[in-house]
């Protein structure tokens, strides 16, 4: 089971079944999905799928999908990850959130907590993000986070329609996580 994460606004824990409406409010739009990779969810059954896949993963890696919530109403309002986990070496961040909590700084506030988690907790020593190049509000949210542009992947990626797309590869590591955002007994 993943832990649950308190940030100021957020609670981040467990994705559950009673997440479904509030996920496909926005896994079901354009807006969302063909910017992480996925095609918008067509009906509430796919999204059940979708959140019974995160939970078993979860449960196998000890790594996976937290739901995004508001403290204010406990609404779901998008999902953060890691995963690829590799060795307690390293992991890839991904998220996605509702487009009418945009240009909040949700995304980042809820990553912040991530890496802390990921570094202090996880004790590992890489994480990374990749997006696609025209991803600017995700790039945005690199570099708030303090991640380092590593390059670009030329046709890196290949997305549910076919198409395929360069991809920005983003990463922090331990020892800079530990410059930004102090030693490891801080909170």
């Known amino acids: 089971m993943l832990p649950v994460i308190e940030t100021q606004r957020l609670i981040l824990r467990n994705i559950s079944i009673k997440d479904v409406h509030d996920m496909y409010e926005y896994a079901s739009t ?3 999905g063909p910017l992480a990779g996925w095609a ?3 009906n509430i059954h796919e999204t059940i799928g979708v959140i019974s896949m995160f939970q078993a993963q979860a449960y196998k890696t ?3 999908v937290f739901a995004i919530t508001l403290k ?4 779901m309002i998008g999902t953060i990850e890691l995963f690829n986990h590799y060795a307690n070496f390293k992991a890839e961040m991904g998220y996605a959130l509702n487009p009418a909590y945009w240009g909040m700084g949700i ?3 809820a990553a912040t907590a991530l890496l802390h988690w990921g570094f ?3 004790n590992l020593k890489r994480i990374e993000i990749n997006l696609f190049v025209d991803n600017y509000q995700s790039e945005r949210v690199c570099q708030k ?7 670009i992947i030329r046709n890196g990626y290949m997305r549910y329609d076919g198409k395929i797309f360069d991809e920005k590869k983003y990463s922090i590591t331990d020892i800079e996580f530990f410059k930004i955002y102090g030693n490891k007994q801080a909170a």
């Open 120 to 122: 202090k907790e996880l």
């Open 72 to 75: 204010e109403n406990n609404k």
């Open 62 to 64: 000890g790594l996976g």
């Open 107 to 109: 995304v980042p506030e």
């Open 145 to 151: 986070l303090g991640l380092k542009l590593e390059g």
């Open 30 to 32: 354009d807006k969302v």
């Open 40 to 42: 918008p969810h067509l």
